[in-house]
């Protein structure tokens, strides 16, 4: 299958490298020329534009940081894509964004899926995101032996914009998680207790989480290299609490995580990784 990859960054890159790996034919853009030739070095095939990826693609995969990105790249894709396309965006970004980019596309005959993942850098790696769509039900049939090549758990969870809306419910848990992770080592160690030790057993009891599994080792040795960065997880509570604003309910929690990762950008975190809001927590106890 032709497939136009646009964005290619921490999680577009490697997603990118498994469609090519699974035989598809994979033409990418990205501000970055150097983004481009490393998918080039791979096989794929690079693109000088949106225009250019989208140009003779049966599939198309955005993969962009923010609302205001999707909204300058989806008219493109829509009015250069070829007839029937199957659009899949695949940026975390605000629900209402997303209702208004199906809209458009509906209008001239495009399919689009909003699709966003969670797993980071290592379920895109892998291969083992989990993907959360929304659209049209037939459109996710058409999506699923691309979406399965990206992704293990692959749900379709409601209409246009549902995708959305699933994703900021996982961006607050796992906000709150690292949140708790965060104190949980704060008190092991003020208590003399070994935090390698205190922690293995949470990840074995009813405590244990993904979180847990892949990132208690480094969090205790203090190391965040960015898997993702506290900036992206900041604009994510951002559509979480916007997104609880529409619904009209109180996330209280939610929004206590929101200000820690909030905290942690203001001190100068943002390109860290998430997991650095153990930062945030050590310093306000000095």
């Known amino acids: 299958m032709n497939i136009g990859f646009v964005g290619l960054g921490i999680m577009g890159s490697p997603m990118a490298a498994n469609l090519l790996k699974a ?12 983004r481009v030739e490393q998918l080039v070095a791979l096989g794929g095939k690079g693109a000088s534009s949106v225009v250019e990826a989208v140009g003779g693609a049966a599939v198309v ?35 209402e964004t997303s209702r208004r980019v199906a809209r ?19 379920g895109a ?25 990206l992704g293990t758990t692959v749900v379709h969870v409601g209409p246009a914009g549902a995708g959305q809306t699933v994703k900021a419910a996982n961006q607050l848990v796992v906000g709150g998680i690292y949140g708790l992770v965060s104190e949980a080592i704060v008190l092991l160690e003020a208590s003399g207790v070994d935090p390698v030790a205190g922690l293995d057993v949470l990840a074995g ?28 997880h900041h604009k994510d509570m951002g ?12 996330l209280p929690l939610t929004g206590q995580v929101a200000q820690l990762v909030a905290a942690a950008r203001a001190q100068g975190h943002g390109s860290l990784d998430h997991s650095a809001l153990l930062k945030v927590v050590e310093r306000l106890n000095g």
């Open 23 to 34: 035989g598809h034919v994979v033409t990418g853009y990205d501000v970055s020329v150097e």
């Open 125 to 149: 790696v892998d291969g083992t995101l989990s993907i959360m769509v929304g659209g049209e039900a037939e459109h996710f049939q058409a999506a699923r032996p691309v979406l399965g090549v």
């Open 61 to 95: 995969i955005t993969m962009l940081p923010d609302s205001p990105q999707v909204e300058e790249v989806a008219p493109q894709v829509i009015e250069y894509g070829r007839p029937n396309l199957l659009y899949i965006d695949m940026s975390t970004i605000m629900p």
């Open 205 to 232: 009891g009813l405590a244990g989480s993904r979180i847990l599994e892949l990132k208690r080792h480094t969090m205790v040795k203090r190391e965040f290299a960015p898997g993702f960065r506290i900036d992206l």
């Open 239 to 250: 559509i979480a609490v916007a997104a609880a604003r529409e619904a009209g309910v109180s």
């Open 104 to 122: 458009q596309a509906a209008a001239v005959g495009v399919r689009a899926l909003d699709a966003p993942v969670s797993g980071g850098e290592r």
